[in-house]
């Protein structure tokens, strides 16, 4: 089978996971996707979230994946659940691409911005590593890299992943980004952006626009951070194209480089510096002044 | 030489060391090895080991070899005695694979696990990066890296690395795991599993094995860990598959993904928690009740 | 244009930047790049520079790119000017490497070591992801990767990446390293070396040469150290090869892998234990003894 190639060969197999980068997990699935075939592209996506932290992983991959070609196959293992009954899964999307991951929250935010083409469950009696009947602990090298890497080498098909799954994927609850009125838009925050501590919102950028203000006019807007209803940053902030635009040290109001709204102090940390974090506990409300 | 190749080539060439991500080092090997072949496949088993930690260093490897295909090449530098007269070697193992390092201890469990085939020397007359004899601190880049490289791109055969030399690798001492009674055995701790502080042991499951107990059976073990001999911890814990099988924050026994004794809380960080290191003065004691 | 390659082609693309390791950055850098050609080799310099610090940039880029073939595209992205008007360019070196970076200072220890063969503004009208036009904070994907890819990919000419800047390469000011009398000279701390803590001065190998000491000659030195003039460290070292060829513990004067006069502890951290940052407000003396 591994020398009869579909047409759905990339050859790309990206790999994500809160596995870090000290120890021998990532290595050892790479080894596995070798094995499979040993002219497979491998990179990585990250391999720093936050242990056990499904959220941050759902972002991180949802947004990466827009930039690597059609056919590319993601690997996403964070998976506090393994060896229990979560379903492992490839979802193909809408784009053209392919997720491979435990069914646990993972494929939230790759589902609303690529949208779910067919998900189907992995037929771990075919798509598992010979021989690692008896380990229960790292399905990420098991059956994820190893079920990846046919899919990427072309040794299988999509549909020789197992049966469809006639039902949506798991998808973690979060608040929305929501216009409150004429002059008022409420978001949550979703990520503090390592290193550099901005602040990113779910507000998109067309949302936004619909103020009706453009991005040179030098308009200021009003800020408003809350945790869990107590508010922790007020200021208003110059809404510019990026962080040069205003001095070192002062903070700003941008579309970010998905084109969400974010803020962020030009050449400082804003996160650290107003000690604020991301989750579906943070609020942000912007202000439209009448100036 | 360089474009005749021989039947050794992988082309797969594999380093780790304690360099860190942050520095010139690793890309100045990776370089190094990319001018003598283009084509070599490059990959990165990790470069946090503790700086001069060389049983870290062979714990790591030992832990990734398998899984990668016969013929890779590992480059494996962590060198607290570059320039001094430790001998730079290349061993082929039993189950076909290569490793270049200084042979300081790095192949105390590489040795152990896939077996010596055969160790050379590397004769750095004609092994050694053309131009840098002047430098004395970074063999990683001037021997290994280059030798490894030209190993991998089929440059020089396992002969053309040096003479072979006519002893056992160099090897850490360490205390095995063994079964001291009927109901109890004992084995060391190795090594914290980064990020999630999982503890393994050096009991290989197959000694386990020898209590007659099953995975599925949901019984329990009484486990001590001490420190130099002075306990730091002594609870009655279940045996099961993986993580999932027992409620968040609680502790289970488990045969870890290269079939060792591990320790973890689920969800948890058990090292953290209990204050736990790795290293020969950590002993686990592991009894079996008569439930 | 995709298929018409030029002899430029290396398909050797290495990447650089401050965007740390547990983001969606480099990944999305790293599909663009595929997406331009998914046959280039892609490969990391390191993304761990420090946020903004673009003299750590310079150095780290300046001391790895020796080792790479030639027509390797380096793409650098430390970039606090980002969306201002800091020219984006690509420099051709003497040596036959390309560099793609703002003209920030990046390139400073790059046109000393390498030369400034050519040095062209890129063209954004032409050399800019399409589709990109609507994101103004990240250059490193939308401009850098793309063009540093299509550079390396052979899909443009050198040539073609813009017109020629007749003007050198923006350059950090620093203290040049200089011999003071005939048994004294003087120069910058210009970076401590991670994980090690060994320190490195800008006083080249060939600069110390002219004391006329060998370095199997056992002769020590007195290293002073100061911070804005105020002494910091003033000890008699000894001349060495290498970290083994003192105790551990001991210091140690030694050239180091680029050639650059440096400092370090056996086996342990030089920087910590005394307090050692680096940066042009940190000057080292060495002075020849008589003995």
Same mark, same amino acid.
């Given at each position: 089978?591994?020398?009869?190639?579909?047409?759905?060969?990339?050859?790309?197999?990206?790999?994500?996971?809160?596995?870090?980068?000290?120890? *021998?997990?990532?290595?050892?699935?790479?080894?596995?996707?070798?094995?499979?075939?040993?002219?497979?592209? =491998?990179?990585?996506?990250?391999?720093? +979230?936050?242990?056990?932290?499904?959220?941050?992983?759902?972002? $991180?991959?949802? &947004? /990466?994946?827009?930039?690597?070609?059609?056919?590319?196959?993601?690997?996403?293992?964070?998976?506090?659940?393994?060896?229990?009954?979560?379903?492992?899964?490839?979802?193909? $999307?809408?784009?053209?691409? #392919?997720?491979?991951?435990?069914?646990?929250?993972?494929?939230?935010?790759?589902?609303?911005?690529?949208?779910?083409?067919?998900?189907?469950? +992995?037929?771990?009696?075919?798509?598992?590593?010979?021989?690692?009947?008896?380990?229960?602990?790292?399905?990420?090298?098991?059956?994820?890299?190893?079920? &990846?890497?046919?899919?990427?080498?072309?040794? %299988?098909?999509?549909?020789?992943?197992?049966?469809?799954?006639?039902?949506?994927?798991?998808?973690?609850?979060?608040?929305?980004? !929501?216009?409150?009125?004429?002059?008022? =838009?409420? &978001?949550?925050? =979703? *990520? %503090?952006? !390592?290193? #550099?501590?901005? =602040?990113?919102?779910? %507000?998109? !950028?067309?949302? #936004?626009?619909?103020?009706?203000?453009? +991005?040179?006019?030098?308009?200021e807007f009003r800020i408003e951070i809350k945790h869990n209803g107590a508010q922790v940053y007020d200021h208003v902030v110059p809404y510019v !194209?990026? #962080?040069?635009y205003v001095a070192a040290g002062e903070a700003l109001l941008y579309p970010d480089s998905i084109q969400l709204m974010g803020l962020a102090l030009?050449?400082?940390?804003?996160?650290?510096?107003?000690? +604020?974090?991301?989750?579906?506990?943070? /609020?942000?409300?912007?202000?439209?002044?009448?100036?």
């Open positions: 089978m591994k020398d009869k190639r579909t047409e759905n060969r990339s050859g790309l197999l990206v790999f994500m996971s809160d596995f870090g980068l000290s120890e *021998r997990f990532v290595a050892s699935m790479k080894g596995v996707a070798l094995d499979v075939d040993c002219g497979l592209q =491998i990179h990585d996506l990250t391999h720093l +979230i936050e242990p056990y932290n499904v959220w941050e992983a759902s972002l $991180t991959l949802a &947004g /990466t994946m827009a930039y690597w070609p059609r056919n590319t196959v993601f690997v996403a293992v964070v998976d506090p659940g393994v060896g229990t009954d979560r379903k492992s899964v490839v979802l193909r $999307t809408k784009s053209g691409h #392919f997720v491979v991951t435990p069914d646990n929250g993972t494929l939230t935010f790759v589902a609303e911005q690529f949208g779910v083409a067919e998900l189907r469950e +992995i037929d771990e009696s075919v798509n598992r590593r010979p021989g690692s009947e008896a380990a229960h602990t790292f399905h990420g090298r098991d059956v994820y890299a190893y079920t &990846g890497a046919r899919l990427a080498a072309g040794a %299988i098909t999509f549909e020789q992943v197992g049966p469809v799954l006639q039902r949506d994927v798991v998808r973690l609850p979060y608040q929305a980004a !929501k216009r409150v009125s004429q002059t008022v =838009i409420q &978001g949550a925050i =979703i *990520r %503090i952006e !390592k290193p #550099f501590g901005n =602040i990113e919102s779910n %507000i998109p !950028k067309a949302l #936004f626009d619909e103020f009706g203000v453009d +991005i040179g006019q030098g308009r !194209k990026s #962080f040069g030009s050449r400082g940390n804003f996160a650290e510096t107003h000690h +604020i974090q991301a989750g579906p506990e943070w /609020t942000l409300t912007i202000t439209k002044y009448q100036n």
